[in-house]
């Protein structure tokens, strides 16, 4: 090992331990459950579906994990089969997960330190002060966001931890006659054409942001192009879509794009940002999900983004192959930013080339370094220690290659853990 790689080994733990670590830090996009928002067991964390997509692909059937109903029979499964992964980043962060329960990160896996952390975990479920303790006063995680369906009721939620994004696939990518129903009956509000929608859906958003919502949201399918669209033909393929009829690629993209761009005008008039989730191809056979590279996948939208000047949009990609243009279309458009580093791009080789490529290229005002995209709020917790490791590692680096000074340094890490996130969802 090199005397630079040793200086960046040591640069990176201390400003780590000095700097990053005590930050606080916003966690922009959750699956959370604001309600439930805790694991209920051991299973829920060691069974986490990220560890569960790693066994079932180095050969433990979908069977066999789904047969494991008790605590035990988890407990069991896990010690048999978790070696096979031992070698991922997502068991390095599970490793981080267990240490909220006791079991450090060097400790060896025992049937009886699972069990015991078992009954650790089942009783910080049902206390209403872990949620805050976990994230707040463990992690210094000051506001989380959650996920709220667009087509369901809007649940009640800790609003000193957490602040609501409305997710809106259900009404323009994922719109079906199934999924209309659904908003009606919500809203009380028969909706039988396009003009009666856009009022229901109007109606919606603007409720959220009057109630504290803080941003708009959904996934765009890498498929799909973004195109120019008449009201009127998206009319008819509205109406279309009401009688259950099927559209073909053409029609589904000039009736998205419409939508796209309607709910973009209602984020504009609610002043919320829009966060849009790029570059990740699914349903596939066997209900996979992967990293799709598609020409364009960020300027494609170049149109949006201009049209909409003042609607701030947050990019959250999922393959490093489109960095270089998020990059690239980031700097053409002021209210354009760039956050995290979202399933397949959260893992260290991405993270350090993402994150280098951004702050080297682009403003820092328009970069946030963390999203969790997790379902609990433990898991929240095992990512954003990576996320602090590789953030501190990638400022060593720049500070060892005297691009940034250390003060540089220490200013940037708060800006994109807590102040830029802060500012843009108005926290």
């Given at each position: 090992?090199?005397?630079?790689d040793?200086?960046?080994?040591?640069l990176?733990?201390?400003?780590?331990?000095?700097?990053?670590?005590?930050?606080?830090?916003?966690?922009?996009?959750?699956?959370?459950?604001?309600?439930?928002?805790?694991?209920h067991d051991?299973g829920?964390?060691?069974?986490?579906h990220?560890?569960?997509?790693e066994?079932?692909?180095?050969?433990?059937?979908?069977?066999?994990i789904?047969?494991?109903?008790?605590?035990?029979?988890?407990?069991?499964?896990?010690?048999?089969?978790?070696?096979?992964?031992?070698?991922?980043?997502?068991?390095?962060?599970?490793?981080?997960?267990?240490?909220?329960?006791?079991?450090?990160?060097?400790a060896?896996?025992?049937?009886?330190?699972l069990?015991?952390?078992?009954e650790?975990?089942?009783?910080?479920?049902?206390?209403?002060?872990?949620?805050?303790?976990?994230?707040?006063?463990?992690?210094?995680?000051?506001?989380?966001?959650?996920?709220?369906?667009?087509?369901?009721?809007?649940?009640e939620?800790?609003?000193?931890?957490?602040?609501?994004?409305?997710?809106?696939?259900?009404l323009?990518?994922?719109v079906?006659a199934?999924?209309?129903?659904?908003?009606?009956?919500?809203?009380?509000?028969?909706?039988?054409?396009?003009?009666?929608?856009?009022?229901?859906?109007?109606?919606?958003?603007?409720?959220?942001?009057?109630?504290?919502?803080r941003?708009?949201?959904?996934?765009?399918?890498?498929?799909?192009?973004?195109?120019?669209?008449?009201?009127?033909?998206?009319a008819?393929?509205?109406?279309r879509?009401?009688?259950?009829?099927?559209?073909?690629?053409?029609?589904?993209?000039?009736?998205?794009?419409?939508?796209?761009?309607?709910?973009?005008?209602?984020?504009?008039?609610?002043?919320i940002?829009?966060?849009?989730?790029?570059?990740?191809r699914?349903?596939?056979?066997?209900?996979a999900?992967?990293?799709?590279?598609?020409p364009?996948?960020?300027?494609?939208?170049?149109?949006?983004?201009?049209?909409?000047?003042?609607?701030?949009f947050?990019?959250?990609?999922?393959?490093?192959?489109?960095?270089?243009?998020?990059?690239?279309?980031?700097?053409?458009?002021?209210?354009?930013s760039?956050?995290?580093?979202?399933?397949?791009?959260?893992?260290?080789?991405?993270?350090?080339?993402?994150?280098?490529e951004?702050?080297?290229?682009?403003?820092a005002?328009?970069?946030?370094a963390?999203?969790?995209?997790?379902y609990n709020?433990?898991?929240?917790?095992?990512?954003?220690?990576?996320?602090?490791?590789?953030?501190?590692?990638?400022l060593?680096?720049?500070?060892?290659?005297?691009?940034?000074s250390?003060?540089?340094?220490?200013d940037?890490?708060?800006?994109?853990?807590?102040?830029n996130?802060?500012?843009?969802?108005?926290?």
């Open positions: 090992m090199s005397d630079t040793n200086s960046i080994g040591r990176t733990d201390e400003f780590l331990r000095t700097v990053v670590e005590p930050l606080p830090v916003v966690d922009v996009h959750t699956h959370i459950n604001g309600q439930d928002p805790a694991a051991i829920e964390i060691i069974f986490y990220y560890i569960v997509s066994l079932e692909a180095s050969g433990v059937s979908h069977a066999t789904e047969g494991a109903k008790s605590v035990e029979e988890k407990v069991d499964l896990f010690l048999e089969s978790y070696k096979r992964l031992s070698n991922t980043i997502t068991y390095w962060c599970l490793r981080r997960v267990l240490e909220l329960h006791g079991i450090t990160a060097d060896e896996l025992t049937r009886e330190a069990l015991e952390a078992n650790k975990v089942q009783a910080t479920h049902v206390d209403p002060t872990w949620p805050a303790r976990a994230l707040g006063e463990r992690n210094h995680v000051r506001h989380t966001a959650l996920t709220l369906n667009v087509t369901e009721e809007i649940p939620f800790d609003t000193k931890i957490f602040f609501g994004t409305l997710r809106l696939d259900d323009i990518g994922n079906t199934g999924t209309l129903g659904q908003f009606s009956a919500l809203t009380g509000k028969a909706i039988d054409s396009l003009a009666s929608f856009e009022g229901v859906a109007r109606d919606r958003v603007a409720s959220f942001a009057k109630g504290g919502g941003a708009l949201s959904l996934g765009l399918p890498p498929e799909e192009d973004f195109v120019s669209t008449h009201r009127d033909d998206a008819k393929l509205f109406d879509v009401l009688k259950e009829r099927t559209l073909g690629l053409l029609e589904r993209e000039t009736l998205h794009s419409y939508l796209l761009e309607f709910f973009a005008g209602l984020g504009s008039e609610a002043q940002p829009m966060q849009l989730l790029l570059g990740v699914r349903p596939l056979p066997g209900n999900a992967v990293v799709a590279v598609a364009g996948l960020v300027s494609r939208y170049a149109a949006l983004f201009h049209k909409f000047r003042e609607l701030d947050d990019i959250f990609l999922a393959s490093a192959a489109h960095s270089q243009e998020a990059i690239a279309t980031a700097k053409n458009y002021p209210n354009l760039l956050t995290g580093f979202w399933w397949y791009a959260f893992s260290p080789p991405y993270i350090r080339t993402m994150l280098t951004r702050l080297m290229a682009l403003p005002v328009k970069l946030h963390f999203f969790s995209d997790a709020v433990e898991w929240s917790a095992g990512k954003l220690a990576l996320l602090r490791r590789e953030l501190a590692r990638v060593a680096e720049l500070m060892v290659s005297r691009y940034l250390e003060s540089q340094a220490s940037l890490a708060r800006a994109l853990l807590l102040e996130a802060t500012r843009l969802y108005k926290l």
